[in-house]
């Protein structure tokens, strides 16, 4: 069956308008910058020397139309779920029996950042692997992201995300039954799949998991743990306190000024990377900017922060990351809130957990190789 004999799926191909990119080129060169105090290196927030420097690349010598073929070469769809066009990438793999597979997403992130992981899991033998462990690939861009629609009501949360993906995968492109990977939103909206829609998975992958915390029956080491990661929120946490609370009001600066947009994102990539400080250690100027320009030309910066307030906000609470009976795999990266296996395992059915040796929070990009070893180990016990 092809994609096109799907009704309402629709190939899609991104076409950015020059006069788009010519904007975009005359408010890089007319940036006001803000000052900043001497040595201040990134301790207040993005480096000004580095937001110059990188903001001066994408003026004078990022090219667009290159990523954008590159992209397009990535067989891409869009259709209508719940009233909503969602935009995904779909690549059927190539070997005995893929299993289908929903990687997703988080923030400040697109669907790119899949891009290194879509090839070697559909076609492993492509690149040294075994094709009995093909997936038929599915990457969708969250709602409000990307070249998905912008929710314009209230109640898009990960649960209800996880609810859209449900129907993408079994009603709109025929799957009985998949897994699904994720890190950030991604692994809030596996968990809502794991809760709501456990008798259509095969199996839930994580790269970020966060259990509910008892305090008082931790161990001295595990409370050792805790400790770091609280003071960690406390310093690091103002952004989803704001994007939680007052989504609205950062976005008028953010979707008005690419300099800005760049500096609120870039502060996250390299906070949250393994990379010791040094961003570009872990990515190029030009995947940096391939993910930002996403957000500028989708107009999506503050339809993605809304998401925290439909998730964390005053009305909703936190995801329920607990009481899912479904398989679980994890593959623990190098961050503050990478917990210890014991105080998942109460929530979780934890068939494997790996702490990886190299990797931070977006770990498609930063350690494919290691991403695509796990996932297909996990998944591999579950095949028929």
């Not at 079994?170 to 799957?175: A, E, N, P, T």
């Not at 760049?262 to 900017?289: F, P, V």
């Not at 105080?343 to 059915?349: A, K, R, S, V, W």
Request: overall charge negative; hydrophobic content about 35%; aromatic content about 12%.
């Amino acid at each position: 069956m092809t994609h096109e004999s799907v009704s309402g799926v629709e190939p899609f191909e991104i076409a950015v308008p020059d006069e788009v990119l010519e904007d975009l080129h005359r408010r890089l060169a007319q940036t006001r910058w803000p000052d900043a105090v001497d040595a201040a290196g990134w301790d207040y927030g993005t480096d000004l020397d580095y937001a110059r420097e990188l903001c001066g690349y994408w003026r004078d010598h990022f090219d667009w139309r290159a990523q954008e073929k590159a992209l397009n070469a990535l067989p891409q769809y869009r259709t209508q779920i719940d009233g909503l066009g969602v935009h995904f990438v779909h690549v059927k793999g190539r070997g005995p029996e893929p299993m289908p597979i929903v990687l997703t997403h988080g923030w400040p992130s697109s669907f790119y950042e899949m891009h290194k992981v879509i090839g070697p899991l559909s076609d492993p033998a492509a690149y040294g692997g075994d094709p009995a462990d093909a997936f038929d690939v599915v990457v969708p861009s969250l709602p409000g992201y990307g070249f998905s629609d912008r929710p314009s009501q209230r109640g898009f949360d990960t649960n209800r995300i996880s609810d859209m993906w449900a129907r993408l995968m079994v009603d709109i492109l025929g799957y009985e039954r998949f897994g699904a990977q994720g890190g950030d939103w991604g692994a809030a909206v596996n968990t809502g799949l794991g809760l709501r829609h456990a008798d259509r998975l095969i199996g839930l992958h994580y790269n970020m998991l966060v259990p509910p915390i008892d305090e008082a029956s931790l161990t001295p080491d595990q409370r050792v743990w805790w400790e770091e990661v609280k003071a960690y929120r406390a310093q690091e946490w103002g952004y989803v306190q704001l994007q939680s609370t007052k989504p609205q009001s950062l976005s008028f600066g953010l979707n008005d000024s690419p300099s800005g947009l760049t500096a609120w994102i870039i502060e996250k990539w390299r906070r949250w990377s393994d990379c010791d400080g040094n961003i570009e250690s872990a990515y190029s100027k030009d995947e940096l900017l391939t993910n930002i320009m996403i957000y500028w030309i989708t107009n999506t910066i503050g339809s993605s922060l809304r998401l925290y307030f439909e998730t964390f906000g005053p009305m909703t609470g936190p995801p329920a990351y607990s009481g899912v009976d479904v398989p679980t795999g994890v593959a623990a990266f190098n961050e503050v809130n990478r917990p210890p296996r014991e105080l998942c395992e109460p929530h979780f059915d934890i068939r494997r957990f790996t702490v990886m040796d190299r990797g931070g929070h977006f770990p498609a990009m930063e350690n494919p190789d290691g991403l695509v070893r796990e996932v297909r180990a996990f998944f591999r016990t579950l095949r028929k």
